[in-house]
């Protein structure tokens, strides 16, 4: 039973990251069943949404109420922010280093030429979020200026994930991205490392880096038991 969209961990250390780990990775793309998507429909987004700060609650009521008054702007609003998930997934496979120097049984791969067709796609929801931006004089102290993404209700979570997908791709220090490796037994899940070397494995050491030890373990008994290396 999978988990629910309030209990997915929130391992990315950005919620553009934290948004591609919505989806399992790793598993063939022909695989069955299909990998499980945590925003399963759109009152699963609203409360991704809010859990991962990208929205208060007061604005995913404002948002929820806009896609219940018009339905059709919920499933584009949904439809979009997984476009959105797999543009950034792409560009992120093509602009990371594998960890180990990748291998040829990695489902994950990179695709130069998709990456970029991704990155148009990107550059397209983001300049149509943009246009939907707003500047906001804060008088605080020190007063600044603020650029505020999703001012139109129904479009509030797709802006503000394109924004958060720009700020990840401009910002991240990419050789600091990494992909729980597939191929030793982990899940394809994105991460930012925060570790003071950049050595972090696995996206959770309680959970992928402690299955792919125990697989290591069982490996190196049969091969005992076996004879062979
Ligand atoms: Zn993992």
């Given at each position: ?13 950005h919620p553009a ?35 991962v700060g990208l929205i208060s609650d007061a604005e ?66 983001w300049?149509?979020a943009a246009t939907r931006a707003t500047l906001v004089l804060d008088r605080g102290d020190p007063p600044q200026v603020r650029l505020t993404y999703g001012t139109?209700?129904?479009?509030l979570?797709?802006d503000r994930?394109a924004e958060t997908?720009l700020d990840v791709?401009r910002t991240a220090d ?20 925060h ?35």
């Open positions: 039973m999978p988990l629910d969209v309030s209990q997915v961990p929130l391992v990315g250390g990251l934290d948004l591609v780990n919505t989806l399992e990775r790793g598993a063939p793309p022909d695989a069955e069943p299909p990998p499980h998507d945590f925003l399963s429909d759109t009152s699963a987004l609203l409360r991704w949404a809010v859990r995913a009521g404002r948002a929820g109420q806009a896609w219940r008054d018009d339905p059709a702007t919920a499933h584009a609003g949904l439809a979009a922010v997984r476009d959105i998930r797999e543009g950034l997934y792409l560009v992120m496979l093509a602009a990371i280093r594998p960890a180990g120097g990748g291998s040829a049984d990695d489902p994950g791969g990179n695709d130069p030429i998709a990456a970029g067709a991704a990155l148009v796609g990107l550059h397209e929801r300049s149509a139109v209700p129904a479009m979570i797709p994930i997908a791709l990419l050789t600091r991205v990494h992909r729980c490796p597939v191929p030793e037994g982990g899940c394809g899940w994105l991460f930012l490392d570790s003071r070397n950049g050595s972090r494995r696995w996206c959770r050491m309680a959970d992928c880096g402690t299955t792919a030890k125990a697989r290591r373990l069982t490996d190196r008994r049969r091969a005992a038991r076996t004879g062979t290396p």
